[in-house]
């Protein structure tokens, strides 16, 4: 069971142990759609692969962190980066 913590609770951290929690940060995983439509029409077919297993990467990482806006927009990327014919 995952719980998103408030400050002051106390946390377990997988490598510095337990601690206090003193803030909670909203990452950024630094993708938008609109930057990955432009660079995504002059990809040939190993980089799309590649660009789509490194997007799926990041979008487990965002679901995982409970960022799930950052979700929507890698799923939609991933969806679109698929259906681009070359």
């Known amino acids: 069971m995952f719980y998103l913590p408030k400050v002051g609770d106390y946390?377990?951290?997988?490598?510095h142990g337990i601690g206090k929690c003193k803030a909670i940060k909203k990452m950024?995983?630094?993708i938008t759609?609109?930057?990955n439509i432009k660079s995504n029409k002059k990809m040939?077919?190993?980089e799309k692969e590649?660009?789509?297993?490194?997007?799926?990467?990041?979008?487990?990482?965002?679901?995982?962190?409970l960022d799930f806006e950052q979700?929507?927009?890698?799923?939609?990327?991933?969806?679109?980066?698929?259906?681009?014919k070359k």
């Open 71 to 84: 979700a929507i927009i890698l799923r939609d990327t991933i969806s679109e980066l698929k259906n681009i």
């Open 44 to 46: 040939n077919k190993a």
């Open 50 to 65: 590649s660009e789509i297993l490194r997007l799926q990467d990041l979008l487990n990482l965002a679901v995982e962190n």
């Open 28 to 30: 950024n995983f630094g």
């Open 33 to 35: 759609k609109k930057e």
């Open 11 to 15: 946390v377990v951290h997988e490598t």
